[in-house]
Each structure stands twice: as C-alpha cells, then as structure tokens.
C-alpha cells in the first residue's frame, strides 16, 4: 500500500495463507494382500503374525495423502466377514490383527476375509487377508473301542497277526503319528510294532490252552516331547465281594517340569462307584459293586499339569468277576405231585425248571452251572443211584460257597 501526499512511501504487511484440506483423497492400504499366521492354542488378545515361525507380529498400514506419513490418518478398518474372530486394532500407524475368540484348526484351519479402511468420508480399495491356522498338539490318541477281545489259536505262528490296533489323533504331522508300546500283562509273549500297532506272537513262545492274556497298550503322539500325550488302555478284574476303600489301581503319571499333577475320572462312573484320588492317582471301590446288575466298567481317567497342552489320558476296563451270592430259584408253576409207574426203572417223574441270576450267556465261571440232588434220606433206594436219577431233584449250584434252594414234591 503507499500513500502519496506528495511524498510516496511504501507501507509492508505479512500475508498468511492457509490452504485447507477438501478431505478429496481417498486412504488405501500399503499392500495389496496380507498373510497371517496364528496358533490354535494362542489365547484371546494374541497378535497375529507374518510367518510359520510366529516371530514377526503381522502389521498393517494404511497411508492417506490428506495427512502426514508419520501421523495416524486416524481411519477405521473394518472386515467383511469372521469379525467375531478377529480385530484390527483402532489406532496407530500401525495396525495389527488381532485375536478375538479361540480357534481350533480341527474345526477350520484356515480363513479369508477382506479388510476397507474409511476416513469418514472416502473408503479405501478393499485388500484380501488369509489366515493359516497353526497346528498344536491339543489333541490325544484315542482308541475308537474301550477294550478289544480276541481268540489266537495254538498253532499261529510267530509274526503273524493277533490284533491291529488303530489310535486315532486329529492333530496333523509329528503331532499326529501316533506310536505304540504294550505297557503291562506281555510276560514276553507279544510284541507290538511300535509304529503299526499290530500285535504278533513272539518266536518260540507256545501259548497255552484256556489261557487268557490282558495286555495294557500305550498309545502316543510325537509332538515335542514337553506337549505329547498319550492314551493308555487296561483291563482291570475285580470281584464284586470286594470291600469299600480297596485299592483297584495306581495310577502314575510324570510330569518333565514336575509341576503337581492333578488326577480325575472323566466319564464310565456315572452312579460315582469308584473314587480317584486327585493328588495321589489311587483308584478305590467307592460302593459295593453287583456283577448281575452291571459287569463292565470302561472309566475315562486324566491326568492334567493345569496346562491345556499338559493333559493325558488313559483308558481303565474294569471286569466284575462273580462271586456266588445268588441262590436258585425253582419255578414256581412246576407240579410238586408226581406219578411214577411200579416195577420200571429209570421212568421219567416229570421236569424241573430253575432259574439262578449267576446264569448269563457271557458267563461260563464256576458259579453257574446247577447240580441237582437229593439227600439219601428221601426214597434214595426208589430212585436209584446218583448216576440213575432222573430230572426231579433238589437244586444246588457247584459255585463256593454253595447256595441251594429247596424243592418239595410227593411221589
């Protein structure tokens, strides 16, 4: 500006512009796809990562010319879908995913979302993520039957087959390959290949006749030796005369960090028949047992460090064997007069029909098949000797100690 007054003298100011932001460009992403990695045993809250080796946290930039690089653009990122599972973190240059709900890889092993990011006003180009899930070793051998029954012969020779033995381990790679080892019962006459399962006769071993084995197999994955696990079946005979409180099994687990190990039964007990000792593994009869209301138990029993990743499982078969604690019990239908005819021997009397709950079709011990006699006292000359007697006797089972039960008739 100048004023003149015959005498111009120029006048000086500062002029400050300011050239607002029109918000006219649109945020995007720095890379066009992003691979993430996670574990399914991370918790909640865990970042997600770039690599197999989960070393290097998977980050997320998101750049807008309407502001500066080194400032937070300060947009929103949102996914399309699995947003239940996963999250973007909600400031900073630098974003990360992150873990909002557990992920099992057995259920779903990988998962694929896209991702646009907003300034409020204008969307980003929406870019593609992938997320693998990472195996861990959360998952035990199982054997899909309780326990197994077999009949092997006299004459099978060495290295043939007596068994397979399949365990079933959803984990994948070392995790997942099972091996196998016989634990108990073998006394040298089998052998099982550690990587089959198949179980074979032993060279020079005669088995013999009538002779039962019951072998406890160990089955085991190979994942890290501080996260393997292993399920362990056994068969275990008791007899249903035995006292409460007796001791049926020690059970023993280690542990490489010997951390406490806590014991527990997690299923086959469901009217609490047998107790499990948390802190010690010994399994006790909790109440009397009955053959002839139940004679099998398959009891599911774990052994935790109080890591998810630090749990076992074993498998215990118990067999109630009989004791004779049942009397036999006559029809009650069956005539009690009978008619004989004179001077002929060895005529029939009439049929005798008992029942005796020792009786089961599985059940061939010493206390079920039936005896019938008469004392010497009763018509032991009308009837001839023990061998002559005909089918109308009085009823006594062969079982220790003897029950009987009584029945009258007239001839």
């Given at each position: 500006?100048?004023?003149?007054?015959?005498?111009?003298?120029?006048?000086?100011?500062?002029?400050?512009?300011?050239?607002?932001?029109?918000?006219?460009?649109?945020?995007?992403?720095?890379?066009?796809?992003?691979?993430?990695?996670?574990?399914?045993?991370?918790?909640?809250?865990?970042?997600?990562?770039?690599?197999?080796?989960?070393?290097?946290?998977?980050?997320?930039?998101?750049?807008?010319?309407?502001?500066?690089?080194?400032?937070?653009?300060?947009?929103?990122?949102?996914?399309?879908?699995?947003?239940?599972?996963?999250?973007?973190?909600?400031?900073?240059?630098?974003?990360?995913?992150?873990?909002?709900?557990?992920?099992?890889?057995?259920?779903?092993?990988?998962?694929?979302?896209?991702?646009?990011?907003?300034?409020?006003?204008?969307?980003?180009?929406?870019?593609?993520?992938?997320?693998?899930?990472?195996?861990?070793?959360?998952?035990?051998?199982?054997?899909?039957?309780?326990?197994?029954?077999?009949?092997?012969?006299?004459?099978?020779?060495?290295?043939?087959?007596?068994?397979?033995?399949?365990?079933?381990?959803?984990?994948?790679?070392?995790?997942?390959?099972?091996?196998?080892?016989?634990?108990?019962?073998?006394?040298?006459?089998?052998?099982?290949?550690?990587?089959?399962?198949?179980?074979?006769?032993?060279?020079?071993?005669?088995?013999?006749?009538?002779?039962?084995?019951?072998?406890?197999?160990?089955?085991?994955?190979?994942?890290?030796?501080s996260q393997r696990r292993s399920s362990i079946t056994t068969v275990l005979e008791v007899s249903e005369a035995m006292r409460t409180g007796a001791t049926l099994l020690h059970l023993q687990a280690k542990d490489r960090e010997r951390d406490p190990i806590s014991y527990s039964i997690q299923s086959g007990d469901p009217h609490h028949l047998f107790e499990l000792s948390q802190t010690s593994g010994l399994l006790v009869l909790g109440k009397p047992l009955d053959r002839e209301t139940e004679d099998r138990y398959t009891l599911v029993v774990t052994a935790s460090d109080g890591h998810p990743e630090g749990t076992s499982t074993a498998t215990v078969n118990i067999v109630v064997t009989d004791v004779n604690d049942n009397d036999p019990v006559f029809d009650p239908l069956m005539p009690q007069n009978v008619t004989v005819t004179?001077?002929?021997?060895?005529?029939?009397?009439?049929?005798?029909?008992?029942?005796?709950?020792?009786?089961?079709?599985?059940?061939?011990?010493?206390?079920?098949?039936?005896?019938?006699?008469?004392?010497?006292?009763?018509?032991?000359?009308?009837?001839?000797?023990?061998?002559?007697?005909?089918?109308?006797?009085?009823?006594?089972?062969?079982?220790?100690?003897?029950?009987?039960?009584?029945?009258?008739?007239?001839?």
């Open positions: 500006a100048e004023q003149d007054n015959g005498h111009p003298l120029p006048a000086f100011a500062n002029l400050h512009i300011e050239v607002l932001d029109e918000n006219n460009q649109a945020p995007y992403f720095q890379e066009t796809t992003y691979q993430g990695f996670i574990i399914e045993s991370a918790p909640v809250g865990t970042t997600l990562f770039t690599d197999v080796s989960l070393t290097t946290p998977l980050g997320i930039k998101v750049l807008d010319n309407d502001i500066e690089e080194m400032k937070d653009p300060m947009v929103q990122i949102s996914l399309d879908n699995y947003n239940t599972i996963f999250m973007v973190t909600p400031s900073g240059i630098t974003r990360y995913l992150t873990l909002l709900k557990p992920v099992d890889r057995e259920e779903q092993d990988s998962y694929t979302f896209t991702m646009v990011a907003s300034d409020g006003v204008q969307e980003s180009p929406t870019v593609t993520v992938h997320i693998t899930v990472i195996d861990a070793n959360d998952n035990t051998p199982t054997f899909p039957n309780a326990s197994y029954s077999v009949n092997v012969y006299t004459d099978i020779q060495p290295g043939e087959t007596v068994l397979q033995l399949t365990a079933l381990d959803a984990d994948e790679g070392p995790n997942g390959l099972v091996t196998y080892k016989i634990l108990a019962g073998n006394q040298g006459h089998f052998v099982i290949n550690n990587r089959s399962g198949v179980i074979t006769v032993m060279p020079g071993v005669s088995l013999a006749v009538g002779r039962s084995y019951a072998l406890t197999v160990k089955a085991m994955d190979n994942g890290l030796e004179e001077e002929e021997a060895n005529s029939f009397c009439g049929p005798s029909k008992v029942a005796h709950r020792e009786v089961r079709a599985e059940c061939q011990g010493p206390h079920s098949p039936l005896g019938l006699t008469i004392p010497p006292s009763m018509c032991a000359q009308l009837l001839g000797s023990p061998e002559q007697r005909g089918p109308s006797r009085l009823m006594a089972p062969h079982g220790l100690p003897a029950r009987s039960a009584v029945y009258h008739f007239s001839i």
